[in-house]
């Protein structure tokens, strides 16, 4: 196997399929197209602070404090269950 064949042959492996000579020609080909603009990328000069991009939306993180706070009532939850064991819905058995 050509040293061209092996990162497209590794590659299947690990996804475990497999990919004929003809196949793993083709991906290498399209891995090496993806590595040469990634280089491409590499030379671009960027001024020094220059933000990174992220997005074209505004994001934070939707993080809250965990807190603990007022529930609903064990017992009003369980009128509304079709069937329950008194601290349980109960549901028919799934196999």
């Known amino acids: 196997m050509s040293q061209s064949h ?6 299947a492996s690990l996804a475990r399929i497999e990919l004929t000579d003809e196949e793993s020609a083709k991906v290498q080909s399209e891995f090496d197209s993806i590595l040469e603009y990634i280089h ?4 671009v000069e960027i ?10 939306t505004e994001s ?3 993080v809250r404090e965990d807190a603990v706070v007022p529930s609903f009532d064990r017992e009003e939850i369980l009128k509304n269950a ?14």
């Open 6 to 11: 092996t990162s497209a042959q590794k590659i």
């Open 40 to 43: 491409q990328l590499d030379e």
């Open 47 to 56: 001024p020094d602070g220059t933000e990174p991009f992220f997005g074209a």
């Open 60 to 62: 934070t993180n939707a």
């Open 82 to 95: 079709p069937d329950s064991d008194g601290e349980f819905y109960r549901v028919p058995p799934v196999l």
